[in-house]
């Protein structure tokens, strides 16, 4: 089925639109929420988040857009299993937490101007490059999997790997960061 049509259908809100996505996508979803996860959360909480994951794309279909439903539900697996990890960490008292909030205000900041500072940084690399990084640490894929999908020996991902960390830390060292701003 075309993916196009594939879009349509879980527009329409066709319940066999959201079967033909979960089998399509089922395995790739939680093998990203169990990358992230890291045997922290049970079987049963996995295949929760998993259909959390799919139930959120079946409400948001009308953002759906040929080529871009992987990334998509790429993102909601993402956020929704590092939205349940924080669930996981030790509650705070109630004066550490007020303390905490200046500190998570400020280290947000940081994060979004480091995020920005590596997307264009990013760009400078070569395309194969940018996409094994951007497969390996931001969906999680492993570099057998990257391998099998780019048509790529894991030898060859392997390298592109080192290669591309190596310049992406000299590209961001040129920019101000230093080594211990903890970059990669």
Known sequence: MRESRLIEQLQQQS??????????????????????????????????????VFLAVWQ????LKPGKVRPYLAAIARNRARSRMRLHKENLPLEEAGLMEAA?????VEHTLLAETLRDTMRQ???????????????YQ????????????????KVRLHRARKKL????????????????
């Open 15 to 52: 319940p066999e639109g959201l079967q033909k996505l979960m089998d399509i996508y089922m395995g790739y979803v939680s093998t990203i929420i169990r990358n992230i996860t890291r045997s922290v959360l049970t079987e049963n909480d996995v295949e929760e988040l998993t259909a959390d």
């Open 60 to 63: 948001t279909a009308d953002k």
């Open 104 to 108: 998570d205000l400020q280290e947000e």
């Open 125 to 139: 690399l070569p395309e194969k490059d940018s996409e094994v990084l951007i497969r390996h640490y931001y969906y």
């Open 142 to 157: 492993q570099i057998a999997e990257i391998a099998e999908e780019m048509q790529l020996t894991r030898s060859a991902v």
């Open 169 to 184: 830390k000299e590209l961001l060292i040129e920019r101000g960061y230093t080594y211990e701003t903890e970059l990669l």
